[in-house]
């Protein structure tokens, strides 16, 4: 087949499949890159693209029950089935359901470069003084938003228990600790950051003060279990692949671990604590992104950095100079994330804003809050984690004010 039919091949694909699904086409991304505001979703190559082309699915499916597509033309003889390459399951190409791909599954991306948010943020946890009542919170850090379950986890670190919180409820619902501060396995001390594991089967905790990553069970309460013991755990991050990433505050580095591990891998810093760029100064939060790189909210060193799988050093991205005329353009960055577009969105101690840093950007441009703190719509107070949802909303972490906050995406 010549290049002539074979670039109208996938052209003809690619329009077969916009009229046949509401999906989104995904272009110049890598395999199992990330296509959708869903993180649960995947770019599938289509065979003969060199560009990256494919389409946007869940990126789980049942491997077995996935079809080899036509040998002779890779067409599949299934219906609502499409021919794309998925290498996890099988180096052939594969018949998968298009039910997979639809939007209702994988969103398309909204967040761009022009993206702005209303200032005026919704508290949707806390926000009622610091306590331990089922409606407020005491120092909360870290958090994470399940897009599935219409909920948030909060790392509720002053009232030493993760919090589960549905959007729109008045009050929250104790899932891990509330035992009191203790280093019981029922207990936690000062709980940094949560999220839940790819299968949304178990919680998987930084329990800071107790030194530890400890796994609690979602269905029973009872079932608890001390993951990795002895690590200055703040952040956490898991990738497509189910990968656990940690980073250790107290030993200046960021571990992977793998199922079946048992001391991980160093993937960012292990060089003492520095400002080299093989070096990390205390870290505090992570993001992973689609290609295995690991962003570093590198605090005491008042940037953040960038480690792209199996670099031996890592790669200033905020700012990416610093500026003699304004030198504490960023003062203790602590969370960070990343949209598809590679623009890093950053809180730090230093300021009450969420600053954006485009690429080669000296300066962040400022997203949500105020230069002041404060208690108001407007405005936060030493902000900690942040969070995107599958629709673009940003969630931050508010943490003096003992609250989260949700900035909606402005669609105008």
């Known amino acids: 087949m010549n290049t002539f039919n074979i670039h109208y091949y996938i052209v003809f694909i690619i329009l077969s499949i916009t009229v046949q699904i509401q999906s989104q086409i995904c272009e110049k991304t890598a395999q199992y890159g990330q296509c959708s505001t869903n993180n649960a979703c995947g770019c599938f190559h289509i065979l003969g693209a060199d560009d990256g082309a494919g389409i946007c699915g869940f990126l789980w499916p049942i491997c077995s029950r996935l079809v080899p597509c ?47 948010w209303k200032q005026n943020a ?10 331990s009542e089922l409606n407020q919170l005491n120092q909360p850090y ?38 009191g501060m203790g280093s019981a396995i029922n207990q936690l001390n000062y709980p940094m ?63 992977r671990w793998q199922e079946g591990d048992r001391e991980g891998t160093i993937v960012a810093g292990g060089n003492g604590q520095g400002n080299q760029f093989n070096q990390l100064s205390n870290p505090t939060y992570i993001f992973v992104d689609e290609y295995y790189s690991i962003y570093v909210a590198d605090t005491r060193n008042n940037r953040v950095m960038k480690w792209m799988k199996n670099a031996a050093e890592g790669i200033r991205i905020a700012p990416t100079q610093v500026p003699e005329e304004n030198p504490g353009s960023m003062v203790g960055p602590t969370g960070v994330i990343v949209d598809h577009m590679g623009n890093i969105y950053v809180s730090n101690m230093g300021s009450h804003q969420i600053t954006r840093w485009s690429p080669d950007e000296m300066e962040g441009a ?47």
């Open 122 to 131: 919704i508290t949707i946890a806390g926000g009622n003084g610091q306590g």
């Open 70 to 116: 036509n040998s002779s033309d890779n067409s599949c003889l299934q219906s609502n089935t499409i021919c794309v390459q998925h290498p996890q399951c099988d180096d052939r190409p594969l018949c998968y359901p298009v039910t997979m791909m639809k939007e209702n599954i994988c969103p398309p991306m909204i967040i761009n470069i022009n993206s702005k």
């Open 142 to 179: 870290g958090m994470y938003v399940d897009n599935d379950d219409q909920c948030i986890y909060i790392a509720d670190g002053g009232n030493h228990r993760i919090v589960r919180w549905e959007f729109d409820a008045a009050n929250g619902q104790i899932v891990a600790g509330g035992n």
């Open 193 to 255: 950051d949560a999220i839940l594991d790819r299968e949304k089967k178990h919680l998987i905790i930084c329990d800071y003060g107790n030194m530890r990553v400890v796994r609690w069970s979602r269905q029973n309460s009872q079932d608890q279990q001390i993951l990795i013991p002895f690590i200055g755990c703040w952040g956490l991050a898991m990738d497509n692949n189910g990968d656990l990433y940690i980073s250790d505050m107290e030993r200046h580095q960021v571990r």
């Open 366 to 412: 400022p997203v949500v809050g105020k230069k002041e703190d404060g208690s108001g719509s407007t405005q936060l107070s030493y902000s900690y984690d942040l969070s995107f949802d599958r629709y673009g909303n940003l969630y931050v972490v508010d943490t003096e004010n003992n609250r989260i906050q949700k900035f909606i995406i402005n669609l105008d």
